[in-house]
């Protein structure tokens, strides 16, 4: 990898070493793929509590928590998937085609070991178009995961450079600052110099699957200026990044030129980037978008690396006032058709949703998604319940993530607290992500996830039981727990205390009910005791025998 101007300075720091409280761990688990037998070793993130009992959680960090791993930048991640088996069938080499062959890819085996499901389940989905595994083959370093509503909920972290600020060593670095605390993919949306770099060394370090928009590097080629644009500049883009290695793509192809009209009397017009930028394309030739016209093309490309579709809500809403409007519907069910035909190439398709959206407002866009895009994982941004809150949109969003997640939306693109005021920085990054975590994870628990509760349960027994540091370990952000709970009371004592400060050690809610606890165990005693005496007759004296 070379970097080529003065903005590129050197990669040569990452965040190391495994979350406060815990290790890396690796799961081995023996499979057979392609006839031969393979072990895989599935990450986890461990925590081994103080009371003995070990908690292990889906890890998305790679070898960067690994205190055993050596990281060296330049050369890349250990190509983890180079020696699994690409089984010979008829069609395209993708997981779609392998799964609706009866094949349970080493990578399906992969992910049924991470989620804790059956094997068959994982090809179940992939091949009723239900679920996607990104993962271009040109991307080996990636640690195999699902994105469909009957596994976990995952969350997609956004970055990227701009023109104004951000280097690769930033980027580089949030990438696996965003895996670190969560982020079960990334998107790189880098617009200014260097794409083609930061991509690359982004690439080479990811372990988990890595997203672009084709359109953004596309436009910097022809220096901003849309209507410049072609299909072949757009086609040779799309085949630089699969061979890159790029795991899924977004595409605006349902932005059609009658239906950029629409938009016109929204409050906010267009606020999707690639849907504006093909909207303005469209408008100046007045000409059906190329994505749209050269889309089966498009599909044989992806085909070929196994790339997967993300078909971008181009007309999504920007603001409350222009949720569920007939432009995003008309686009919805443009996806649809779109869906149709990717699948018949045998590409994978997941469906990008939106946006602003009330909350009461926000279901029938999963209902909708579900019946014209045959059930494709639907992937939204937030969606933000209200316009009111910049500088908190994290949480604006988080509030409707939660509850798209829950009425079965399969990924949750992140929102930080710089949407719409700048460019996230690195601790923004991970406000967004463990913002996400927390309407994932509230979506598991809320579809009854077989996994979900058993960490609420850990956490919460350990709160109970005044054991500090395993709250912290269980939680997911130790660091920010613990340095709250040691502003103070931080002297070592109080990690075993029966109280925290908040409460104070007389009105400890807590350890008043551990009180009762023990003194209803010892009433419970006292009334055992009393029924033997009653059982005995009541007698003060027992009769000597
Ligand atoms: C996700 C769902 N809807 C939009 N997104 C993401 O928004 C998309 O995947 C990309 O990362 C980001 C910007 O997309 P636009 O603004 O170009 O549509
Ligand atoms: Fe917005």
């Not at 031969?36 to 009371?51: A, D, F, K, M, S």
């Not at 995003?328 to 149709?340: M, N, Y």
Request: with cysteine; aromatic share 6%; hydrophobic share 40%.
């Amino acid at each position: 990898m070379t970097a080529t101007d003065e903005q590129a300075q050197p990669v040569n720091t990452v965040t190391t070493g495994p979350i406060q409280g815990s290790v890396k761990h690796y799961q081995e688990v023996r499979v057979e793929s392609g006839g031969e037998p393979v072990t895989l070793r599935i990450p986890v993130r461990r925590i081994v509590q103080t009371n003995g009992e070990i908690f292990d959680v889906y890890d998305t960090s790679g070898p960067y928590t690994d205190d055993a791993a050596v990281i060296d930048l330049e050369a890349g991640l250990p190509r983890l998937r180079d020696t699994w088996t690409k089984p010979d069938v008829p069609g395209p080499r993708t997981q779609l085609n392998w799964a609706r062959q009866g094949i349970v890819t080493t990578e399906m085996h992969f992910i049924a070991a991470r989620e804790g499901v059956d094997p068959e389940l994982v090809r179940a989905e992939v091949a009723a178009g239900r679920a996607v595994i990104p993962a271009n083959h040109n991307h080996p370093e990636s640690e195999p995961m699902i994105i469909g509503k009957k596994f976990a909920v995952k969350i997609n972290a956004n970055i990227g450079n701009s023109a104004v600020t951000s280097s690769i060593a930033e980027e580089v670095e949030k990438m696996v600052w965003a895996t670190r605390w969560g982020a079960d993919n990334i998107m790189d949306l880098s617009t200014g110099k260097n794409i083609h770099e930061t991509r690359e060394w982004i690439l080479r370090n990811s372990p988990v699957p890595v997203g672009t928009v084709p359109i953004y590097q596309a436009l910097e080629k022809v220096n901003g200026d849309p209507t410049k644009l072609t299909w072949e500049l757009y086609r040779d883009t799309v085949i630089e990044q699969a061979e890159q290695g790029v795991d899924y793509m977004t595409v605006h192809a349902g932005v059609l030129l009658r239906y950029v009209p629409l938009t016109a009397k929204r409050v906010t017009g267009i606020v999707s980037r690639g849907g504006s930028i093909m909207a303005a394309w469209c408008l100046a030739h007045h000409q059906e978008s190329f994505l749209y016209t050269h889309f089966e093309e498009l599909c044989e490309i992806l085909a070929k690396y196994d790339v997967t579709f993300s078909l971008g809500d181009g007309l999504r809403p920007g603001s409350i006032a222009d949720a569920n409007d007939e432009a995003q519907f008309a686009e919805l069910k443009t996806l649809g058709e779109l869906t149709k035909i990717a699948k018949s190439h045998g590409v994978q398709v997941m469906i990008e949703g939106p946006g602003h959206v009330p909350m009461h407002k926000i279901v029938e866009n999963v209902r909708l998604e579900e019946e014209w895009c045959e059930e494709a994982p639907f992937y939204t941004l937030g969606p933000l319940a209200t316009d009111i809150a910049p500088a908190y949109d994290h949480i604006t969003s988080a509030i409707g993530a939660a509850i798209i997640g829950q009425a079965g939306t399969a990924m949750l693109c992140y929102v930080t607290p710089k949407e719409h005021l700048g460019l996230p920085n690195r601790d923004d990054v991970k406000v967004g992500v463990i913002s996400y975590k927390i309407a994932a994870h509230a979506a598991d628990l809320g579809k009854g996830h077989p996994r979900a509760q058993e960490r609420d349960d850990a956490l919460s027994k350990a709160r109970f039981e005044f054991r500090w540091h395993d709250q912290f370990a269980l939680s997911l952000d130790p660091d920010t727990a613990r340095s709250y709970h040691d502003e103070t009371l931080p002297a070592e004592p109080a990690k075993t205390a029966h109280f925290c400060s908040m409460c104070g050690p007389k009105f400890c809610s807590m350890r008043i009910s551990a009180d009762i606890r023990e003194a209803a165990a010892v009433q419970e005693g006292m009334a055992e005791k009393s029924a033997e005496f009653a059982e005995k007759g009541n007698q003060v004296y027992l009769p000597v025998v």
